[in-house]
């Protein structure tokens, strides 16, 4: 199972949120999960010190010759039974090559599940912009995370891709509520996660991983 977390703003908790299922998934499922991180702030999000190795990225702007069994030996085992694959530093290649049809084949026949941090997909441009588009057009589920922000869903509508589902990050007085998220998008809120200091306080000190606060907890738990 392919989950692929999107923003159409940054700064909407779409990281936080990718990382809190991926933790909340590998602590839960059998076969435990890999976050893949194609936007790069993973390993701060969750406390690990970030790798200057190569990524997913890296592998992609190889080529469509690339065996894809390098993917693994770039992925870096975290606890709990959670691994991450780096983002590295590859400029992406055209969208065309297969290479990311390439890449969602390997990670849909993984037996874990499997997280994608696609990041903001209307802030990136060119070659860039459509290969996290085609992520979340290929992946299983495509979650779109957002604030109750009218800015927001503007862009996410201009978007053009219709998510299977939002996780919306509720702050304190917003006039907007979760159906009327629902209804601008044509999307259902499966999930609303709480604005909590206590998250942003846990990404400030990279305890993420170590300890999932427990409102996102409670709130990926139920999405
Ligand atoms: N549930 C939450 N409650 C409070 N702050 C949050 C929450 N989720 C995210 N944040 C904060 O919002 C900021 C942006 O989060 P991030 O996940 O990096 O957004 P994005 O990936 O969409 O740019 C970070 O400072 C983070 O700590
Ligand atoms: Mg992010």
Redesign the pocket.
């Known amino acids: 199972m392919v989950i692929t977390c999107w923003g159409a703003k940054g700064g909407a908790g779409?990281?936080v949120v990718a990382a809190a299922m991926a933790v909340h998934a590998a602590a839960t499922s059998e076969h435990g999960a890999l976050l893949v991180d194609l936007?790069g702030?993973a390993p701060v999000v969750l406390g690990v010190a970030p790798s200057d190795g190569p990524g997913v990225r890296d592998w992609l702007d190889a080529g469509p010759g690339t065996p894809p069994d390098g993917l693994a030996r770039l992925e870096e085992p975290l606890a709990g039974g959670l691994a991450l694959l780096p983002c590295g530093s590859g400029a992406p290649g055209p969208a065309s090559d297969g290479s990311v049809e390439t890449l969602m084949q390997v990670l849909g026949s993984d037996r874990r599940t499997v997280v994608v941090?696609v990041?903001c997909l209307t802030g990136a441009a060119g070659a860039d912009r459509a290969l996290r588009r085609r992520v979340v057009q290929l992946g299983d589920r495509s979650v779109l995370v957002t604030r109750a922000c009218y800015l927001a869903l503007r862009r996410a509508s201009d978007a053009g891709i219709v998510p299977d589902d939002v996780v919306l990050l509720a702050e304190p007085g917003r006039a907007l509520r979760a159906d009327d998220v629902a209804h601008a998008l044509g999307a259902p809120v499966s999930c609303t996660v709480p604005f909590d200091p206590a998250v942003a306080r846990a990404v400030d000190a990279g305890l993420l991983l170590a300890r999932l606060p427990a409102s996102l907890r409670r709130a990926v738990g139920h999405g």
């Open positions: 779409t990281t936007d702030d941090d990041g």
